[in-house]
């Protein structure tokens, strides 16, 4: 994806904390999504940040900087069915996202 | 179910033929859009809809592809003469626009494979 830039693959173990980092281009920005997708299935809404700072949704939180162009997914508690890829996703304006690669997440035992 | 809904959600065709897909919204979405996802890559911008009106398409949209959204509801996707490289995952999802969220809910996808 252009100009949207994070991990390409990440590994933890069930139980633990994962942080996954996402930096985007700050010109045009009007929102910063995290989208789950398993292989094969369609991407599921986590999460949305238009301002600074951080917000907690259950085992999930995302935090954004808007002046650093910097956002990272924190995921708590892992669970083997987090094993998917986790994608950054720009708001460039009238909704138009911007898909960052993804970061493959594999959770082991 | 009240998600948005993609059909067929596989298909095979031979190169050359011509395909469509269709998408149902969530009911209440004016916003449409099409995506297409190709294996390890991130879905990619084709298209949106707000109500019937198409006002925006990617350059990735080549002279092949054309999408309409009639009224203002379902939408079809529709790829002539395809390619092999056509291969990808197509992705419809709405959205309701002003909705505080701006969540963007996907479809599940359609699958094509073009031998």
């Known amino acids: 994806g252009q100009n949207i830039d994070q991990p390409t693959e990440m590994t933890a173990t069930e139980g633990a904390i994962v942080q996954i980092n996402c930096t985007y281009q700050?010109?045009?920005?009007?929102?910063l999504f995290w989208y789950q997708q398993h292989a094969g299935e369609a991407p599921t809404f986590l999460s949305y940040n238009v301002l600074d700072g951080l917000e907690e949704k259950g085992r999930f939180s995302s935090f954004l900087s808007r002046s650093k162009g910097y956002s990272y997914l924190l995921l708590k508690e892992l669970q083997m069915k987090d094993s998917a890829s986790y994608l950054c996703?720009?708001?460039?304006?009238?909704?138009?996202?911007?898909f960052g690669t993804g970061t493959r997440l594999l959770v082991s035992p | 179910d009240t998600g948005v809904s993609q059909n067929p959600r596989h298909k095979i065709t031979k190169r050359g033929q011509n395909v469509t897909f269709r998408c149902d919204p969530i009911s209440e979405h004016n916003r449409l859009y099409w995506y297409r996802q190709t294996l390890g890559q991130g879905p990619e911008f084709l298209t949106y809809?707000?109500?019937?009106?198409?006002?925006?398409k990617s350059r990735l949209l080549s002279d092949r592809f054309s999408a309409e959204r009639p009224k203002g509801s379902f939408s079809t996707l529709e790829i002539q003469r395809t390619e092999q490289g056509d291969s990808a995952m197509y992705l419809c999802a709405s959205s309701l626009a002003g909705d505080s969220g701006n969540t963007i809910y996907f479809g599940e996808g359609s699958w094509l494979t073009v031998v």
């Open positions: 700050t010109s045009g920005f009007n929102g």
């Open positions: 996703v720009e708001n460039t304006g009238f909704q138009k996202l911007v």
């Open positions: 809809f707000q109500n019937e009106a198409q006002l925006e």
